[in-house]
T-cell receptor, first 113, second 111 residues
């Protein structure tokens, strides 16, 4: 079955550490890719998106993601995390350009002071 | 003001009761969605609507129904609630590029 896979369910790291969250998808053809963040008790907010063009995408709050078509991957990175980055992160794929998103299971990130 | 609003924000109900969750949006989008979120499962699509006359089932529509009363309103109903429908429910809208905007969520507990 076609799917979106996030490699880690839980990540714990210290402030100033680097973060990389993996995301792979199994849809063929052209896809739109997204990373959403959900802070504790809040709704999902868009971090960044990729539709076309430069495969290295910069988002809000210092996050970036790299689209590697040959690997069907869209990994999220941040060079130096802060305590306020504690949240759940969701990768999502729009595989058919009709607005329906397929979400990964999410990665819970905890940043310790 | 929030672009996508949901009411109620929290609801506790009993098995067998009928529940309606409401969603309103001011973004002017034709496309609206209902998702449920369960720990470790991400978001699963329940129903979606691409315009007022269009309703489609998502991955997990059993036990749910929807009504698209207007472009701005999309309601989700549980005809006879059961405990495994306890979850966090999100409404969303999207633009034509597929960028989705989420409401604040409704936490539903079915006892």
């Amino acid at each position: 079955a076609q799917s979106v896979s996030q490699h880690n369910h839980h990540v714990i790291l210290s402030e100033a550490a680097s973060l990389e969250l993996g995301c792979n998808y199994s849809y063929g053809g052209t896809v739109n890719l997204f990373w959403y963040v959900q802070y504790p008790g809040q709704h999902l907010q868009l971090l960044l998106k990729y539709f076309s063009g430069d495969p290295l995408v910069k988002g809000i709050k210092g996050f970036e993601a790299e689209f590697i078509k040959s690997k069907f991957s869209f990994n999220l990175r941040k060079p130096s995390v802060q305590w306020s980055d504690t949240a759940e992160y969701f990768c999502a794929v729009n595989p058919d350009s009709w607005g329906k998103l397929q979400f990964g299971a999410g990665t819970q990130v905890v940043v310790t002071p | 003001d929030a672009d996508v609003t949901q009411t109620p924000r929290n609801r506790i109900t009993k098995t067998g009761k009928r529940i309606m969750l409401e969603c309103s949006q001011t973004k002017g989008h034709d496309r609206m969605y209902w998702y449920r979120q369960d720990p470790g499962l991400g978001l699963q699509l329940i129903y979606y609507s691409f315009d007022v006359k269009d309703i489609n089932k998502g991955e997990i529509s059993d036990g749910y129904s929807v009504s698209r009363q207007a472009q701005a309103k999309f309601s989700l109903s549980l005809e006879s609630a059961i405990p495994n429908q306890t979850a966090l429910y999100f409404c969303a809208t999207s633009d034509l590029e597929g960028l989705q905007f989420f409401g604040p969520g409704t936490r539903l507990t079915v006892l």
